[in-house]
């Protein structure tokens, strides 16, 4: 018994290993995900970061098949799902991929990535009031999302770099999550650049037209600052 229980200790130090490694290597994030199936043959975490890996890589062929095998093996599984949805997008196939990221959010709502990723399908399909949905969907659960709660409490502290930092490291890998992109507004009007806080605000309405508070905070930028930028624009 406590050999079985160090083996699956040593998988999940493994896998978190792994985990950890992808943002910075994936080329050997890939081969500690191979490593670990040659020791868990169909771990489904394992196979979830090997696909990954394949994609931050560059083998998309390769990460659809595993995502696409995990999907079927995993059927009750968001985040296999999820993932194949990814790579079917950026394979182009963007039906699929709607599909493949609705059935994500139905089996698991609080995803905000997946509800952020249907939006952008939506709009690439030009299904603007469907987007709209799943960003407002999105916007809903952006307060649970800690990789905005930190930017949020720099915002509320007055720590206007800190804020600024976090949220343009965030929108550089999620460029649509609207709820950031407020919040980069919040902080370019707060520092007096109130053009680039009227086209932060206006590519949210863009993107989410029933997203209230952006039109809000729209709506309260002087004129007069945003007059200049508009009459070159003319």
Not at 17 to 42: C, D, F, G, S, Y
Not at 83 to 102: F, I, M, N, P, Y
Not at 183 to 210: I, K, N, T, Y
């Given at each position: 018994?406590?050999?079985?229980a160090?083996?699956?200790?040593?998988?999940?130090v493994?896998?978190?290993?792994?985990?950890?490694?992808?943002?910075?290597?994936?080329?050997?994030?890939?081969?500690?995900?191979?490593?670990i199936?040659?020791?868990?043959p169909?771990?489904p975490?394992?196979?979830?970061?090997?696909g990954?890996?394949?994609?931050?890589?560059?083998?998309?062929?390769?990460a659809?098949r595993?995502?696409?095998?995990?999907?079927d093996?995993?059927?009750?599984?968001?985040?296999a799902?999820?993932?194949w949805?990814?790579?079917l997008?950026?394979?182009?196939?963007?039906?699929?991929?709607?599909?493949?990221?609705?059935?994500?959010?139905?089996?698991?709502?609080?995803?905000?990535?997946?509800?952020r990723?249907l939006?952008?399908?939506?709009?690439?399909?030009?299904?603007?009031?469907?987007?709209?949905?799943?960003?407002?969907r999105?916007?809903?659960?952006?307060?649970?999302?800690?990789?905005?709660?930190?930017?949020?409490?720099?915002l509320?502290?007055?720590?206007?770099?800190?804020?600024?930092?976090a949220?343009?490291?965030?929108?550089?890998?999620?460029?649509?999550?609207?709820a950031?992109?407020?919040?980069?507004?919040?902080?370019?009007?707060?520092?007096?650049?109130?053009?680039?806080?009227?086209?932060?605000?206006?590519?949210?309405?863009?993107?989410?037209?029933?997203?209230?508070?952006?039109?809000?905070?729209?709506?309260?930028?002087?004129?007069?600052?945003?007059?200049?930028?508009?009459?070159?624009?003319?």
């Amino acid at each position: 018994m406590n050999g079985e229980a160090d083996a699956t200790g040593t998988v999940e130090v493994a896998l978190e290993h792994t985990a950890r490694l992808m943002a910075q290597n994936p080329a050997l994030a890939l081969e500690q995900a191979q490593e670990i199936l040659k020791v868990a043959p169909n771990h489904p975490v394992a196979l979830l970061l090997l696909g990954r890996a394949q994609r931050g890589t560059g083998d998309l062929p390769a990460a659809l098949r595993t995502f696409k095998g995990l999907a079927d093996s995993q059927h009750r599984w968001a985040a296999a799902y999820f993932e194949w949805g990814q790579a079917l997008g950026e394979s182009g196939q963007h039906s699929e991929a709607t599909a493949a990221v609705r059935r994500a959010v139905e089996l698991k709502p609080d995803l905000p990535d997946a509800w952020r990723s249907l939006g952008d399908l939506l709009i690439i399909q030009g299904d603007a009031p469907g987007a709209d949905l799943a960003y407002a969907r999105q916007l809903q659960l952006s307060t649970r999302d800690p990789r905005l709660q930190g930017a949020a409490a720099a915002l509320l502290e007055n720590k206007i770099p800190d804020a600024e930092a976090a949220l343009r490291t965030h929108l550089m890998k999620h460029p649509t999550d609207v709820a950031a992109l407020r919040m980069l507004a919040e902080v370019a009007s707060r520092l007096g650049r109130m053009s680039d806080a009227e086209q932060l605000l206006l590519r949210c309405l863009e993107l989410a037209p029933s997203f209230n508070p952006a039109r809000h905070n729209y709506a309260l930028i002087p004129t007069a600052a945003i007059a200049p930028a508009r009459r070159c624009a003319s």
